[in-house]
């Protein structure tokens, strides 16, 4: 059985050195970056079986994303076809004011996968299916896809869980909130940001209150409230309980990809079968490592989140 399969698009990110501007710098590192791409390396970071389904350009841009995951212990089943291009986009990285990233991504091959570029055995065996809200919010063709997707997954009885990232879809909030209601009944775990939940159903304020807002809205086991200040504590619910974590320090070298690596942490953390509360604590230690790493994708092993884990007396 697979432990985790994601389904969606990932980007070649080309960044110039830390403090140059895209417009004057001389030399760009290539990185792969994706909300699924991303969560798909995490996990497999802490050792799960994890399988990123797309589909890509069979081009040198195409075979570079799956290179590049390969080689993060990721497992690929790409489509591969002569029809539309690879996601690019330009990122300044580091969080200084004024980053800026061009994004190029219209076009994109994967904006028109649909249920039968999915190898369902694949599909079928996996114990959890990720998706995030920047796939379905791609092409209609892709929401048709995500749609399918979550009610295969349901029938295999296949985990499934699914990250908003409204940010990440380019939508408005109306858009946004007609696109999750048309997905989100036949979700299991829904990991939500703050914002999101302000942004597109009005729930600012304490984010308990919009975590169970969500969970009766949408009938969800789980629900994981991120926070926008990194500096504030992940919230989750299940069951009667409430579990509240706190973020590990670390050095921030790059946040790009904290959010993903928290999320693939956190489902790693239910795969190994320990409560909510531990697996949150997976999540944030495996945030914490990304950050002390430049680029969208987590490099290390399991024992690099425990060694941050252990730092923590008491944790539970």
Known sequence: MT????VGEATLQFSPPRGDRIETAGEFAAHVGGPESNVAAAAATLGLDAVWLSKLPDTALGRRIVGDLRRHGVRTGVVWTDDGRTSTAFAERGGTAGAT??????GAAVETMTEDD???GVLRDAETLFVSGATPARSETLLETTEWLLQAAGEADTTRAFDTRFAATGLDADTARELYDRLLDEVEVLIVDEADAEAVYGLDGDVVPAG?????????EMVVVTRVDPTHAVVGLAGESIYEVPPFEAETRDPAGVHDAFVGGFLAGCHRGGDMKDALYDGAATAALKRTIVGDAVVGSRRDVE?????REGEK
Request: net charge positive.
């Open 3 to 6: 432990d985790l399969v994601t």
């Open 307 to 311: 060694a941050i884990r252990a730092r």
């Open 101 to 106: 990233t061009v994004a190029d991504r219209e």
């Open 212 to 220: 169970h807002s969500l969970r009766t809205r949408y009938g969800c």
């Open 118 to 120: 999915v190898p369902m």
